[in-house]
């Protein structure tokens, strides 16, 4: 009853750290990926307002208001 | 093959991982070889997949009752309810360190697997220093605290839990402390690694600050969690004493708390470079001085001296061994060290967060200095000098207030400089409701100079964070048209890395509130009833009837049962004291009737004659607020960790940190053309 458990850990020990060396890099780095995009992230962006006069930001001037020059900004 | 030989086993592999791991991992990075680099993310894995087991197989002992391994034997037995039979894996010194390893190498399993793309260059070095602290701690089970040694004679049960463990918190708390404390290996691992391949600030900012902020909510939850069993269970009435145990958390607490504030200012004006890599790597070098103080039992005063002995010089060369590497890569790194600005004003944004990171500092020196007092003293005065509760409340108090005062300031400051007036037209409301909430707490006992000002202070910075909620909300609303509640969702959710930031900063003046509050008409007396006696305090009529005593699983619980009567309000209570065989101290089992204002806490201290009962009556105020600020804290943390602001952004998108011009003041501002309108 122990022995299938120490050889199915063992199994799986050794097949996570062997296999790798034989598969190819890039094809195993393709595999994951970040959760926080850049479109979520400019998306946020979009949705932000200005603390002073409530307009929404206006991001061509990332530090400043466009419409009254407060730096005070509800976003990043 | 038996299982707590499987367990051995998979411990011997869990080990030849984490060497693999460490090794290999700085192998591939010098030789640049990817498919090994690949494969050390699989030894990370199986690290984790091998303690696991290990793990599994101990809790499985444990169920079962496999008494004739001494970590069951020693820490369990057959009357254990099933949770505290789960439990009992962190009861003693070889499960702790099993369970360390285990939370540890599923942090480093997760970085691996997850971080290794995203993160750039970082995590195939971060990889590799997560496996050598790894090799460590499977080293230790494997060969120092072997949880699955056995004893001889196959005994039928077990010796049991320590009683006062024996609480459901007492569940909750190791872990969360664990997680949170072991949590701190992977932003220092994170910091070194980015200083050691010169990885621009804005890479690895976002990172370790989110790593920073998972363990640093682990930690603050799990040391008010300790505090919440301290008063549940101890019967002394308080919950802080500053013992060293407590005091081992605080400090890496404190550091962390300082690296969260001064990373902001890494991130936006490229300033603090140095002071926040070393808060952050110095956080972790200090969980290990906690693990010391706590496992070694060099410092006998201490709530926590059921923890075992033998680990602390392990602890204590893990400490040298990691100071010295993280120092020599910050001697050899030493230029990107240097900061890109310099603080041009110090009444600015800039400015407070110099000034909280010079309390944070100051907080945790004056904490360290005291808790380490005994054995200075010692080695110094050859005699043992314990400095007393009122050391610490005197030393820490003041700058505690200075940082509530400061919270609520930042808000209001601008970046690079800020005008006095400006400030003031923003926070004058907060000061007058302050002032008045003050006026208001002197007349009801808040009258020594730290509560009335901790008062007015605390409530000053409540005012300013719900008046900056107040005004993003009216923003929204003006643009939204939409109801407040709405509005708030919306708020919370639009921006959540800095409301969630603003909801743990008001969890804390929620604490700081009960803390203060709980040291003020705090009142105890200690009556020996009769049966039908009754006795009057504080508004509460307290009728004693009797002793009852019933056999529980595993103990004998006797009881004082009390009929309160409050207003018209009836309630009864039953403070008692359980009696565990084999423990010649009696465990209080203390009797809490909690309110939001105050708490009536009731111990049965014993019986000094024929169904007399000799008990402890305590009021104490506030205490619940301590308790919710947790859970506002815990809310704030989990809002501000969803945001995924900077992270997964590749180097050619990332913009430069939030630098203004260094001529914005001379230059026009012209309205430019909506993007979306264009």
């Known amino acids: 009853m122990i022995w299938p458990l120490a050889a199915m850990l063992t199994l799986g020990v050794v097949s996570l750290i062997l296999l790798p060396l034989r598969s190819d890099p890039a094809a195993l780095s393709a595999k994951t990926g970040g959760h926080g995009t850049v479109e979520a992230i400019e998306r946020e962006l979009r949705h932000s307002f200005c603390l002073q006069c409530g307009a929404e930001w206006d991001h061509t001037y990332q530090d400043r208001c466009a419409s009254c020059g407060s730096v005070r900004r509800d976003g990043l | ?211 920073m902020l998972f363990a640093w909510m682990f930690l603050s939850v799990a040391i008010v969690l300790g505090g919440m069993w301290a008063y549940m269970v101890l019967g002394w009435g308080g919950y802080w004493e500053w013992d060293p145990v407590e005091n081992a958390s605080l400090l890496p607490w404190l550091l962390a708390t300082a690296f969260l504030h001064s990373i902001q200012i890494e991130e936006k004006r490229g300033m603090f470079r140095w002071w926040t890599a070393f808060l952050g790597v110095g956080a972790f070098l200090l969980t290990l001085v906690g693990t010391y103080i706590t496992r070694s039992g060099v410092l006998k005063n201490s709530v926590h001296s059921f923890t075992g002995t033998g680990v602390g010089p392990y602890f204590v060369t893990l400490f040298w061994l990691a100071l010295a590497f993280s120092g020599l890569v910050f001697f050899l790194r030493r230029d990107t060290l240097k900061d890109q600005m310099a603080v041009d004003n110090t009444f600015s944004k800039e400015g407070v967060y110099l000034l909280l990171n010079v309390f944070f500092a100051a907080i945790a020196l004056v904490v360290l200095f005291g808790t380490f007092y005994p054995v200075i003293s010692k080695a110094f005065l050859n005699h043992t000098v314990v400095l007393t509760v009122q050391f610490f409340d005197a030393m820490t108090a003041p700058m505690f207030l200075a940082l509530v005062f400061l919270l609520g300031l930042a808000p209001a400051m601008g970046w690079r400089s800020a005008k006095v007036r400006t400030v003031v037209q923003k926070l004058w409301k907060p000061w007058v409701v302050a002032l008045l909430v003050g006026g208001f707490a002197y007349l009801h ?234």
């Open chain 2, 1 to 211: 093959m038996t299982m707590p030989m499987l367990g051995r086993y998979a411990l011997l592999l869990a080990g030849l991982s984490a060497l693999y791991t460490a090794l290999g991992g700085w192998y591939a990075n010098r030789t640049q070889n990817r498919r090994l680099q690949e494969s050390v993310r699989g030894g990370a894995v199986s690290t984790a997949l091998a303690l696991t087991a290990a793990v599994f197989v101990l809790e499985y002992l444990l169920v079962v009752g496999d008494y004739g391994v001494k970590a069951v034997y020693n820490h369990s037995d057959r009357a254990l309810p099933l949770l505290f039979k789960m439990g009992a894996l962190w009861g003693g010194d070889s499960g702790s360190v099993l369970f360390w390893g285990w939370i540890l190498s599923i942090y480093a399993a997760y970085v691996a697997y997850r971080g290794w793309p995203r993160e750039g260059k970082m995590t195939p070095v971060a990889v590799p220093i997560l496996g050598s602290l790894l090799v460590f701690f499977t080293g230790m089970s494997n060969i120092v605290v072997d949880p699955f040694q056995t004893i001889p004679g196959h005994p039928t049960n077990g010796v049991g839990l320590n009683p006062l463990l024996q609480n459901v918190v007492m569940t909750i708390h190791p872990p969360a402390m664990y997680t949170g404390l072991i949590g701190m290996a992977v932003p220092a691992a994170y910091v070194l690694s980015a200083i050691w391949m010169r990885v621009p600030s804005r890479e690895w900012v976002p990172v370790v600050r989110r790593w």
């Open chain 2, 445 to 678: 006992g808040f009258r020594s100079f730290l509560q009335f000002f901790g008062v007015v202070l605390t409530v000053f910075s409540l005012g300013a964070m719900v008046q900056e909620f107040y005004r993003a909300m009216r923003v929204r609303r003006m643009a939204t048209k939409r109801s407040w509640i709405a509005v708030f969702g919306s708020t919370l959710m639009g921006n959540r890395r800095r409301y969630g930031g603003y909801l743990v900063h008001i969890a804390f003046l929620v604490i700081v509130l009960g803390v203060i509050g709980s040291h003020t008409n705090n009142q105890v007396i200690r009556p020996t009833l009769s049966p039908g006696a009754v006795v009057n305090f504080q508004g509460y009529r307290i009728r004693y009837q009797g002793l009852t005593s019933a056999t529980h699983s595993g103990y004998v619980l006797t009881q004082a049962n009390l009929v309160i009567h409050e207003g018209r309000r009836v309630i009864s209570a039953h403070p008692g004291l359980s009696f565990f065989p084999g423990s010649a101290q009696p465990v209080v089992k203390v009797s809490i009737k909690g309110s939001l204002m105050k708490d009536l806490y009731l111990v049965f201290e014993g019986s000094p004659g024929h169904q007399t009962a000799l008990l402890k009556i305590f009021i104490n105020p506030m205490v619940a607020w301590i308790w919710i600020g947790m859970y506002i804290l815990a809310f704030g943390s989990l809002l501000a960790l969803s945001s995924h602001h900077g992270l997964g952004r590749k180097p050619s998108e990332l913009r430069e940190p939030d630098l203004l011009p260094r001529d914005w003041q001379k230059r026009k501002w012209v309205p430019a053309q909506r993007r979306d309108r264009a």
